[in-house]
């Protein structure tokens, strides 16, 4: 899971930024997230089935970097508040 997240921190931003069709994305998690970051949209992100890319896209799409402190794993909570830093 933590290369998946690696990779969606990654590459959905840049994809948003460029006009990324999510709906191409074939992991729901990994669509979800791209069509949050996209519309900036928090409703998005409650879909997300993985606790730690859900918290992730909300402190992303919501800039609250408080929802990673729930995240268990070390690498996975820093990864998340990396991604409210891109607010």
């Known amino acids: ?9 990654l590459m959905v ?4 930024l460029a006009g990324a069709n999510c709906s191409t994305i074939d992991d729901p998690d990994q669509r979800a997230y791209c069509r949050a970051v996209a519309s900036r949209s928090v409703g998005n992100c409650s879909v997300i089935s993985d606790y730690a890319l859900r918290q992730t896209c909300r ?3 919501g800039a609250n970097p408080s929802a990673c402190n729930t995240v ?5 909570r ?3 508040k990396r991604a409210a830093d891109k607010h």
């Open 1 to 9: 899971m933590r290369t998946l997240l690696a990779f969606a921190l």
């Open 13 to 16: 931003p840049t994809a948003a």
């Open 59 to 61: 402190s992303r799409v």
């Open 72 to 76: 268990t794993s070390q690498w996975d």
């Open 78 to 80: 820093e990864e998340c």
